[in-house]
């Protein structure tokens, strides 16, 4: 590990593409050409890339070992369609020699898959055709989805265009009260300053809450950073960090770079949360910004419960639903899908007994797939269906018939929603 540096007064998001521009600071606004540590695509856009990549007369990628390719989103293939995107991107990755490419049983959500494997470091540069690459924040990497075009042009030449953006940052403090999440902490920020709040911004997260969640928390919050508009989210890397990627199967801990923000740095903006007044939210249809307290909601009956996607379906947030699941049953009238992000976390829930807690809930338990977060299937609404889920989108349509809705809330919430057929937190089971 080793503590980068660069000339004061800017931010950790300026540091590191300062650091990988080749010039010793940048400021907001500049135009740069920026080396790319790793390039993602997934069975959808890579499809795309692929093409461009080919179109170009590109013959090789400019290094095999910094692109990955994961199948995740309509996978186990749902449809023929689904089935030729991915046998393109295999045959791809066959051909330029990618070992990196990750389809069927090792295969999982790709944002939380790529972290567990030690691909991501702090002081990283990722990009990714997929907006919700931003993710990788959460271990200080600065991540940003792309475009497919993007993303051929970085496989051909390591390198990404990039304007500087500006930064704001989020400072949480206090203890949160029973059953307040890292996703309550990202709602209630995106409820804050709306979808377009952060638009095109860095949303730098800070302050003792936020030191203290999880790493599995901090990648929750960064997660949903593109939500408010964001470019990328980050944290400041640190020793549970450090002590999560000690944990992976990462093989080059000589590359993590913690960059810190100098005292001084500037802040287009600077919001300052209590968390112990943050009470369990839920995003209502049709924006994740649209949030109030679940206690507030009122009596909206629904259809299905999805707990997993890559926002919470790490082992924390099966643990955490299976709290308020275990000795309880779903309600008859609600299908309850539970979706481990990655084999790994798969496993880890049915050697802790959780899939016994899910089953006896009459919960369906599905392989790793992005699935029913948007709409793909494993859990699709038709008309006028209802659904509470962990994901991190509910715009008109997303999960199915444009006419369903989509509630956004934590494993808690979601795992109350399904045993009391309705929107509603664990307070009203008692817990």
């Known amino acids: 590990m080793s503590q980068a540096k660069a000339k004061g007064k800017i931010t950790i998001t300026e540091k590191i593409l300062a650091s990988h521009s080749g010039v010793d600071k940048v400021v907001p606004g500049d135009l740069i050409m920026a080396r790319v540590d790793l390039a993602l695509g997934n069975d959808i856009t890579a499809p795309i890339a692929i093409d461009v990549f080919e179109e170009a007369g590109a013959k090789e990628i400019f290094d095999k070992e910094k692109v990955v390719l994961v199948c995740d989103h309509f996978t186990p293939n749902k449809d023929i369609k689904s089935a030729a995107q991915c046998k393109r991107v295999r045959e791809f990755a066959k051909k330029m020699g990618i070992g990196n490419i990750y389809e069927g049983g090792d295969s999982g959500v790709e944002h939380a898959l790529l972290p567990e494997l030690g691909l991501v470091h702090p002081g990283d540069l990722i990009i990714g055709a997929d907006s919700h690459t931003c993710t990788y924040g959460g271990l200080g990497a600065f991540a940003t989805g792309v475009g497919s075009t993007d993303l051929a042009a970085a496989m051909i030449t390591g390198e990404v265009w990039l304007k500087v953006p500006e930064s704001m940052k989020f400072i949480f403090h206090g203890r949160p009260n029973k059953w307040v999440t890292a996703k309550d902490f990202i709602l209630h920020a995106i409820g804050d300053i709306g979808v377009d709040g952060a638009l095109y911004r860095a ?191 509910n715009f008109a349509g997303r999960m199915g018939d444009p006419k369903s809705e989509v509630y956004l809330a934590s494993p808690a919430v979601a795992a109350a929603s399904a045993v009391l057929g309705k929107v509603a937190g664990p307070a009203e089971l008692g817990l």
């Open 203 to 393: 949303m730098e997260f800070t302050g003792p809450a936020v030191s203290s969640l999880t790493i599995e928390g901090r990648l929750t919050m960064a997660n949903m950073a593109i939500e408010a508009g964001g470019k990328n989210g980050i944290f400041e890397a640190d020793e549970k960090t450090i002590a999560y990627l000690k944990g992976t199967k990462q093989t080059t801990p000589e590359k993590n770079e913690i960059f810190k923000s100098d005292p001084d740095a500037e802040y287009v903006d600077v919001r300052d949360y209590d968390v112990g007044k943050i009470p369990p939210l839920v995003a209502m249809p049709h924006l994740p910004s649209n949030v109030r307290p679940v206690e507030d909601v009122g009596d909206i009956p629904i259809d299905q419960v999805v707990i997993g996607s890559c926002t919470n379906g790490r082992i924390e947030d099966l643990r955490l639903a299976a709290e308020v699941l275990k000795g309880r049953r779903a309600s008859k009238s609600v299908r309850l899908i539970v979706i481990p992000a990655t084999p790994a976390i798969y496993r880890q829930a049915l050697n802790e007994g959780l899939f016994e807690v899910f089953l006896d809930a009459d919960g369906v338990i599905s392989p790793p797939t992005c699935g029913p977060c948007l709409g793909g299937h494993m859990g699709v609404l038709a008309a006028e269906e209802r659904a509470v889920a962990t994901t991190n989108r």
